[in-house]
């Protein structure tokens, strides 16, 4: 969580007068650091003046576009490199650690998010015809990837931003540039992953389906044996292409979203360690304990306390 500031630098330019612009625009939207909601539900604009350590959170589905500094995504042992030359895609809910790698009050690290609407997905492979889903995502793909940006979506993306500063037009013309925003990603470099997530009993598609089922029940036993009946999975095929697309098992899934829950119990609604613990599934507070500080780097109390700390 970021320290909300008053500094407010503008942009340095850049080499693209539309990368140049999107940084002017969002520095100027935003109030300073932090992450805040935009007049476009889906759109979250970002800002930190200074360079984090990595911290552990729940992607949902989104594109992510980096106008300004760098900033790299950990999932499993992979890593994942995105700045204002590239996009990161997360096509499923993803726990990952991310770290602000290039800021400064002078140049602060500037970015974009927008939700990806997977029906708006779905609608546009049905447009595309038979043909778009040939090429999906095969074996061994995770559900995060860096492709390059390209000046088409650069292009729709500052439609998108400019409209923030046109109330009248922002509900009429929004839809379309967010349209054609996810088009542009379904047809780019490695959109085929993102493809994969409409087709009927698809890989990712399955994934999707089994990462929903455990987090309607993430507080409950998981039986990989009711999991993959669940999405018409044999277990063993289950595990694999759960690993593949997550890069870990549906139980260290299970874990990561039960602590991430827990650390929101404490912070957002005052609950105690143990019984932030209970609340999530947990049995063991001892067990709760240590497998919190080995994900966020400190016990329970004390985490929160220092979060809370950085607001104050």
């Known amino acids: 969580m970021q320290l909300q500031t008053k500094s407010k630098a503008m942009p340095a330019p850049a080499a693209d007068p539309r990368q140049q612009e999107l940084s002017e625009r969002i520095a100027r939207l935003v109030p300073g650091d932090g992450v805040h ?10 800002q930190a003046s200074t360079p984090n350590d990595g911290l552990p959170s729940v992607y949902e589905p989104c594109l992510c576009v980096v106008v300004q500094g760098s900033k790299r995504a950990l999932v499993g042992d992979r890593v994942f490199h995105y700045d204002p030359l590239n996009y990161l895609v997360v ?3 993803l726990p990952a650690v991310g770290q602000i790698l290039e800021a400064s009050p002078e140049r602060p690290y ?3 998010r927008l939700d990806i609407d997977t029906e708006e997905v779905s609608r546009l492979m049905l447009d595309l015809g038979p043909g778009a889903a040939t090429a999906t995502a095969g074996a061994g793909e995770p559900g995060l990837y860096v492709a ?13 931003v400019r409209l923030l500063d046109e109330p009248r037009e922002l509900p009429v013309l929004a839809p379309a540039a967010c349209r054609e925003i996810h088009y542009r990603v379904l047809m780019g470099e490695l959109g085929h992953r993102l493809r994969d997530l409409a087709v009927h009993d698809g890989r990712t598609q399955r994934v999707a389906r089994a990462i929903e089922w455990i987090r309607s029940r993430f507080d409950q036993s998981l039986r990989i044996e009711s999991l993959a009946e669940a999405v018409h999975m044999s277990p063993s095929s289950l595990h694999h292409q759960f690993k593949a697309v997550t ?6 899934f299970q874990k990561q979203l039960r602590l991430h829950e827990a650390r929101r119990l404490m912070f957002s609604e005052g609950l105690e360690a143990a019984s932030a613990a209970h609340r999530v599934g947990y049995e063991s507070p001892s067990q709760f304990s240590r497998e919190y500080r080995r994900l966020f780097g400190a016990p329970p109390r004390r985490e929160v306390r220092a979060m809370r700390g950085v607001l104050e």
């Open 91 to 93: 096509s499923v809910t």
């Open 37 to 46: 909601g935009s007049a476009w539900e889906s759109l979250t604009l970002i």
């Open 247 to 252: 890069a870990m098992s549906p139980l260290q």
């Open 110 to 112: 500037l970015c974009l």
């Open 148 to 160: 390059s940006m390209s000046g088409a979506l650069l292009d729709a993306l500052l439609r998108l």
